[in-house]
């Protein structure tokens, strides 16, 4: 648990000991689950799953018909339950994708770090990122008289996408806006970070190694805007 709090001040050390440290990765891999978990409760409930279907399905391409039909499903406890099922598993399952990732990139270096060790280290570079912004975000929707008229893909305006139109903008362009965030910036800037402390790379190559996979991530999420 101390490990949560190490990666605030001092995380430069924490990195670095990894290696030695057993399970680094259990604290801030459920610490991550909770966060995220909470995060969706807090909105599911306060804004409601019927306006989060319907805030998706308007740029789904779906028909009229399709669309009335994935509405009236949404406030069925089954579709509730299935969305806190979603982000319980989302946590885990990028942790384990990007320390996967920077595993293979690790063994181009002299110091290839094991696989725990980089997970742990993802683990707890993300608990910030995350944390952050879930705080922020759960602060914008309590504070919302009138939370319709929040988006939900885009509640926290720290990114270009926030400062543009949708509707005036190619599906593909926003997607590439919406991942120009200061605070997504900053993550990469602290998984770099930590990737050279494991592996004694140096800062270039780690932040080569993380944009590398951020950069994949944006064209993924390009692509996958202009198909669905």
Sequence with gaps: ??????????????????????????????????????????TVNLIGMREIMQQRLATSGLNPEQIQQALANADKPAQVYVSYAAAAIVAPVTLLVIAGALTAFGMMTSRAPKFGAMFAMVALAFFPYW????????????????????????????????????????????????????????????????????????MFFG?????????????????ASLVF
């Design 1 to 42: 648990m101390k490990a949560l709090l190490e990666v605030f001040y001092q995380p430069g050390t924490l990195f670095e000991s990894l290696p030695e440290r057993r399970s680094a990765w259990v604290a801030p891999l459920l610490a991550s689950i909770v966060v995220m978990t909470l995060l969706t409760v807090l």
């Design 131 to 202: 944390l952050v912004t879930g705080a922020m975000s759960a602060v914008i929707i309590l504070a919302t008289p009138d939370r319709s008229t929040l988006d939900i893909s885009n509640i926290i305006a720290t990114n270009a996408a926030a400062y543009m139109d949708r509707n005036t903008v190619s599906k593909g362009m926003y997607s590439l806006y919406g991942s120009l965030d200061a605070l997504s910036f900053a993550l990469i800037w602290l998984l770099g970070f930590g990737f050279s402390k494991l592996t004694k790379a140096g």
């Design 207 to 223: 932040l080569a190694a993380v944009g590398t996979l951020w950069a994949f991530y944006v064209l993924m999420k390009m692509g």
